[in-house]
């Protein structure tokens, strides 16, 4: 019903920044909750940030300050804004779409998008 495609995704200095986006089609993008999730080598999947469908942002503790999550509803499309950017940021970063009802509970993910964070 949702696909997802991220870009943006490369290497950066310590310090640096970057920005992702996720695209999403095949269905009405505002309903949907939005979130970045990011997985580090030898790591679980972790949520990094995510916007609701009614405009409640949440992070986690190791990304508050530094990070921001963005939406334009308009043009379907969800971002993360990355800056002081660490080593330990490093991760493949999966865009998620997720909608609950009364009756189900519904959710999306990207192929992921590598950021690398290295001198």
């Known amino acids: 019903q949702v696909q997802l495609v991220e870009s943006g995704g490369g290497s950066v200095q310590p310090g640096g920044s970057l920005r992702l986006s996720c695209v999403a089609s095949?269905?009405?993008?505002?309903?949907?909750?939005m979130g970045w999730y990011r997985q580090a080598p030898g790591k679980e999947r972790e949520l990094v940030a995510v916007?609701?469908?009614?405009?409640?942002?949440n992070y986690a503790d190791s990304v508050k300050g530094r990070f921001t999550i963005s939406r334009d509803n308009a043009k379907n499309t969800a971002y993360l804004q990355m800056n002081s950017l660490k080593p330990e940021d490093t991760a493949v970063y999966y865009c998620?779409?997720?909608?609950?009802?009364?009756?189900?509970?519904?959710?999306?993910w990207g192929k992921g998008t590598l950021v690398t964070v290295s001198s």
């Open positions: 095949g269905s009405t993008f505002s309903s949907y909750d």
């Open positions: 916007s609701s469908s009614g405009g409640t942002t």
């Open positions: 998620n779409a997720h909608y609950l009802s009364l009756f189900r509970a519904v959710n999306y």
